[in-house]
């Protein structure tokens, strides 16, 4: 399995589930609504890789890290932003899904960017690779 394989299928899992708002991949065209309306950007981060086997071919261990960022109007409170993000860990809380696991989500004040206030929602998880 390769780290492009674990972004399609974090990516599809996301947009075959999400409908609430407009979702920014990386490295994709997207503008944000000009109304200040709730979006999310969606960003994978490939981490710590260690050998798990002293077989060959080795088996190797990856952790990552899912971070969904959630925009939503400044001055309007958490509310919405929480909400989203409540719904958003349901979809990735605990499960394991074409062999990639997923940790406990956590839900953090990230301030604002771009006229937005943020939260953002990261996941840790993990996958195995041989080769």
Do not use: C
């Amino acid at each position: 399995m390769s780290f492009d394989t674990i972004r399609r299928d974090i990516e599809q899992r996301i947009s075959d589930n999400w409908g609430a708002t407009p979702i920014a991949f990386e490295n994709t065209a997207f503008k944000p609504p000009e109304d200040y309306s709730p979006w999310i950007r969606v960003r994978i981060f490939d981490d710590i890789v260690q050998r798990i086997t002293i077989s060959d071919p080795a088996t190797y261990r990856h952790s990552g890290l899912l971070v969904i960022e959630i925009f939503t109007e400044r001055n309007t409170g958490t509310g919405v932003a929480r909400t989203h993000g409540g719904e958003l860990a349901t979809l990735f809380r605990d499960v394991q899904f074409n062999g990639i696991t997923f940790r406990e989500p956590s839900l953090t004040n990230a301030g604002e960017e771009s006229g937005y206030f943020k939260m953002n929602l990261s996941t840790p998880f993990k996958w195995d690779g041989r080769y």
